[in-house]
């Protein structure tokens, strides 16, 4: 089936060590995004592609790094995870005339 | 800058009550998306409504209904005769026609009791 895939769906890292969260559409979508939902912030906006090799910082960039070699990927990666980025990640793609439609997402934890 | 405010935090309702999930929110563009997600327990966000800033008129789903009012920025979203399963986290959120930038509100959780 056509979609949004995330993966791995749950991870435990250690502090320092570089992390790499991969999403994946069956589509070509143009948009993807990658969001953090933390309790009391709701989801904020990480980085957003508008097309391949095309990224943006958008509201939390710092210690993340993107890339989009590939329409149907886009990759988010910790460079030097720190327990601050333990959260709920999600990507999600932006479907023309309907609207934004989101992965499973990644439960990450930085120990 | 662009900002959803959902007010109400957690709301706890009986079974059949009618809800009303309220989201204000601030843009100095003319033309925008209003969106509302559900995030049940299980985890995953499901899309519920989009809205453009040219339609005002209010839409009925099922139990489902949105009151869309530019005049005081709202997009208020009720549920009528809830359901346990309607218990979740619901976001409100709103694009920038430009740069098809999602922005949340913090979410607002209804747990509905039997």
């Known amino acids: 089936d056509a979609g949004i895939t995330q993966s791995p769906r749950y991870k435990i890292t250690e502090t320092g060590r570089q992390v790499t969260l991969m999403c994946h559409q069956t589509?070509?979508?143009?948009?993807m995004f990658w969001y953090r939902q933390d309790l009391g912030h709701g989801l904020r906006l990480i980085y957003y592609?508008?097309?391949?090799?095309?990224?943006d910082k958008g509201e939390v960039p710092d210690g993340y790094v993107v890339s989009r070699s590939k329409t149907e990927n886009f990759p988010l990666t910790l460079e030097s995870a720190t327990r601050s980025q333990t959260s709920v990640y999600f990507c999600?793609?932006?479907?023309?005339?309907?609207?934004?439609?989101f992965g499973s997402g990644t439960r990450l934890t930085v120990v | 800058a662009q900002k959803v405010t959902q007010a109400q935090t957690e709301i706890s309702v009986v079974e059949k009550e009618d809800v009303t999930l309220d989201c204000v929110y601030e843009?100095?563009?003319?033309?925008?998306?209003l969106f509302w997600y559900k995030q049940p327990p299980s985890g995953e966000l499901v899309f519920l409504i989009r809205?453009?800033?040219?339609?005002?008129q209010n839409e009925i789903s099922g139990r489902y209904s949105w009151n869309f009012q530019k005049s005081t920025s709202s997009f208020n979203f009720t549920i009528t005769a809830s359901q346990v399963v309607d218990s979740a986290v619901y976001f409100c959120?709103?694009?920038?026609?430009?740069?098809?930038?999602?922005?949340f509100g913090t979410g607002t959780r209804l747990q509905v009791f039997p």
């Open positions: 959120a709103l694009s920038d026609y430009n740069t098809d930038k999602l922005i």
């Open positions: 999600a793609t932006l479907r023309e005339n309907y609207g934004y439609t």
């Open positions: 592609s508008a097309a391949a090799d095309i990224t």
């Open positions: 809205r453009n800033s040219f339609d005002e």
């Open positions: 843009t100095r563009d003319t033309t925008y998306y």
């Open positions: 589509w070509s979508h143009s948009y």
